[in-house]
């Protein structure tokens, strides 16, 4: 029941910029877009979430286009050790609570 | 490093047997959420306590249950263990306010043997 879609695969140049898209066509408006990847079978690992403002820290930056229906998810200068499953988000509403929806999210392979 | 800690890292078993995943969240996380990962599937939501209280439950089975302790640690009790319980569990973490995120432990690889 993941409220997003992704590309299920894309590779990237060590080196170069990854542009990451998701599409959240359906998000209502007080509902944040979150960001994590998986490298192999560690833990997921946070990176980024936004609600309406491109978002930027150490890992990545994150832009929602004005009508909040896709965003991307941008890391500058992909290394080998960004390899790894990168999902995005949409909270799913779990009565009066709230659950993380992990889709099949997209896998990046970062090459030499 | 999350934060977040899981015990123990690995844990072999045979069916039938029961088992207890232990769970500390970050230091003043109140919510503690359960998450398992199988080969054939994605991660699946399990169940999410806050403050002691349990919030919401996901694809949890009837054999599975969970509690949280007054210091906020948390446990996930397998029971009646079958081959397809066979799954990396992992934990989260977040802070009281809802829209954080959560921030996950290294996982239990539980296998059934």
């Known amino acids: 029941d993941a409220k997003t879609t992704q590309p299920t695969s894309m590779d990237c140049a060590e080196g170069r910029a990854a542009n990451l898209p998701c599409n959240h066509s359906t998000i209502s408006g007080n509902e944040y877009v979150y960001w994590y990847r998986q490298i192999h079978s560690q833990g997921p690992q946070y990176i980024i979430h936004g609600l309406k403002n491109n978002e930027t820290n150490e890992m990545a930056s994150l832009i929602i286009t004005e009508d909040r229906k896709s965003s991307t998810l941008i890391l500058p200068h992909a290394t080998l050790r960004d390899t790894a499953v990168y999902y995005c988000?949409?909270?799913?509403?779990?009565?009066?609570?709230?659950?993380?929806?992990f889709g099949a999210g997209t896998t990046v392979t970062v090459r030499a | 490093d999350s934060g977040v800690t899981q015990t123990p890292k690995h844990l072999i078993t045979a069916t039938g047997q029961r088992v207890t995943l232990r769970c500390s969240p970050r230091s003043g996380d109140l919510s503690v959420y359960w998450y398992q990962q199988s080969l054939d599937q994605g991660l699946q939501f399990l169940i999410h306590y806050y403050n002691g209280e349990e919030r919401a439950k996901g694809n949890i089975l009837e054999r599975f249950s969970a509690q949280q302790f007054p210091d906020l640690h948390s446990e996930l009790n397998l029971s009646s263990l079958e081959l397809g319980d066979s799954a990396l569990y992992f934990c989260a973490s977040s802070a009281a306010d809802r829209n954080q995120p959560q921030h996950f432990g290294d996982g239990t690889r539980l296998s059934i043997l």
């Open positions: 988000i949409v909270r799913v509403a779990l009565g009066n609570d709230y659950k993380l929806s």
